[in-house]
Nanobody, 126 residues
């Protein structure tokens, strides 16, 4: 299975920062809108932010004002800069991809990528 891969999680103290990265294996010419979600214990996955292929962004309420999403426009890679982390931010953070490549000839290939990565764990202590 081909999945996006998250990295950058770890343990930090309250008020600290982490930068998460999601990388999609080389699958040119496919492009993806990419999103960050998180899931804590016994909770549904919460939407954090989405960044489209053209670089435009959409933020949810999770981490509002503290989290910043970005991407490398040359490759299917995105980051989540998390500042002023709080204990309630402790969760597994997941990358989600949505095929945005418009050429019908490549839809089977581009849609073959699993939408979800396996996550990277963020633990914030008080």
């Amino acid at each position: 299975q081909v999945q996006p891969v998250e990295s950058g999680g770890g343990s930090v103290e309250s008020g600290g920062s982490l930068r998460l990265t999601c990388t999609v294996p080389d699958d040119a010419p496919c492009t993806y809108d990419m999103s960050w979600y998180r899931q804590g214990l016994k909770k549904e996955r919460e939407f954090i932010a989405k960044i489209f292929t053209d670089g435009t962004t959409h933020y949810g309420d999770v981490g509002k004002g503290r989290f910043t999403i970005s991407r490398d426009t040359a490759v299917n890679t995105m980051s989540l800069q998390m500042d002023d982390l709080k204990p309630e931010d402790t969760a597994m953070y997941y990358c989600k991809t949505d095929n945005s490549y418009s050429d019908a000839r490549y839809q089977i290939i581009c849609n073959a990528l699993d939408q979800w990565g396996q996550g990277t764990l963020v633990t914030v202590s008080s």
